[in-house]
């Protein structure tokens, strides 16, 4: 069976993915309004109404925002721990549906592992899909690396793995010291080097796409993302790329 991804943006001014395997399509995340959902989803020749459901990983509003809309219009299940559902202020949807990290569970053909992740929010999540042969795992927003993490992204096929940021372009860079210290904190966002690292400690034997995601476009750049892969990982050289924030990321196909 073929398992393929790709992304309606990335960053933060808004997140969507779509994960895909046999008749199932999973929206992760949805950070847009609802037009501009239905457009970048068409645009990556998917109709809106043909996605199955939704999975939330936080209640940040770039990864959050349109979910409810989409949601309702679509008469959508909604995936969510309940800490993020208590932090959800955007009305009511067709059904909600519980997710508990550690307890993985199955949508049509994709099997979801979610895993729990240190940021600050009330109850984040993160996954991994699975299709049976193919693993793909999606960690956009996380502080700090935890060996629960390590455990869950071995093994994968594919993972979107945020490299928010450059620390020295972070450090020199125009936000307000508040505001760096909680993008640098253990709750915040993954730099270049943490994001490689992570990487670099996985067992990577069938790791064959590594998307860069969730890029600063203050603290940032796609050259210095992509440095930081290439020198941690050395000779070990799955296809890098980076998702774009209006671009997103045309479908990788795993078969």
């Given amino acids: ?14 997140n969507g993915t ?23 989803i068409r645009r990556l020749g998917v109709a809106p109404h043909d996605v199955t459901a939704v999975i939330v990983t936080h209640e940040h509003y770039d990864h959050i925002g349109g979910v ?23 009305g009511p949807v067709p059904r909600n549906q519980r997710v508990a990290c550690g307890e993985a569970f199955t949508i049509g053909d994709i099997r979801v592992e979610p895993f729990a992740v240190p940021h600050d929010a009330r109850e984040p999540s993160h996954y991994v899909f699975g299709d049976g042969t193919h693993r793909v795992g999606v960690l956009s ?9 390590r455990a869950v992204l071995s093994g994968c096929d594919a993972l979107l793995l945020e490299f928010n940021h450059d620390l020295a372009m972070l450090e ?26 992570l990487v ?11 998307v860069l995601t969730h890029l600063s476009e203050t603290n940032n750049t796609p050259e210095l993302a992509l440095a930081a892969a290439r020198d941690r990982l050395g000779l070990f050289a799955p296809e890098l790329t980076c998702a774009h924030q209006r671009d997103g990321l045309d479908w990788r196909v795993l078969q």
């Fill in 172 to 197: 020199n860079g125009p936000y307000e010291p508040p505001l760096k210290r909680r993008i640098a904190g253990p709750l915040g966002h993954l730099s270049n080097v943490q994001a490689a690292e």
């Fill in 68 to 90: 409810a809309r989409f949601a309702r219009k679509h008469r959508l299940p909604v995936w969510l721990t309940d800490g993020t559902r208590a932090g959800w202020r955007d």
């Fill in 18 to 40: 779509l994960i895909q395997s046999g008749t199932t399509t999973l929206l992760v995340d949805c950070g847009f309004m609802l037009r501009e959902t239905e457009m970048r």
């Fill in 141 to 149: 927003d996380a502080g700090s690396v935890t060996d629960g993490m």
């Fill in 1 to 14: 069976m073929t398992m393929r991804f790709a992304m309606l943006g990335s960053g933060s001014q808004g």
């Fill in 200 to 210: 670099a400690s996985l067992d990577n034997g069938r790791l064959r796409h590594l």
